[in-house]
């Protein structure tokens, strides 16, 4: 039962997440990649002021897997390393600690595009 109410509270925290975007989408004309952005910085200010931590451990991949999971590690890793290696570490820290997802996504997007060799749209 424990872990059926994990899944539950992740579907809820990332599909409420997912809804916020959506809204966005409907009634805003920002682009795709500015919503990105948004949902980045967003993320990372949530973390600069210790809130996205919270939701991390209350729904786990819900709230980490979403893009704004990636702007609350970059300041997570900015942060750490600031404390111990001063200007440099606050510089240097966030991508040292998102190293391996920057290099899993690298990887896999060039793997998909050799496999399936991506073409531009027909209009």
């Keep these: 039962m424990d872990t059926f109410l994990m899944f539950v509270k992740a579907f809820l925290v990332g599909g409420g997440i997912c809804l916020v975007g959506q809204i966005i989408i409907n ?4 682009t795709n990649g500015k919503i990105l952005v948004l949902f980045l910085i967003a993320g990372a200010i949530l973390e600069g002021f210790g809130l996205y931590s919270k939701l991390v451990d ?3 991949a819900g709230a980490s ?8 590690a970059l300041v997570k890793g900015a942060v750490k390393a600031a404390k111990q290696d001063g200007i440099y570490g606050a510089l240097t820290g ?3 600690a998102c190293a391996t997802g920057i290099s899993i ?3 896999a997007g060039y793997l998909v595009a050799v496999i ?8």
């Design 27 to 30: 009634y805003t004309h920002l």
């Design 58 to 60: 209350f729904a786990g």
């Design 65 to 72: 897997v979403p893009i704004s999971g990636f702007g609350c």
């Design 94 to 96: 966030g991508l040292a």
């Design 105 to 107: 996504a690298i990887v």
């Design 116 to 123: 399936f060799r991506p073409r531009t749209k027909k209009k």
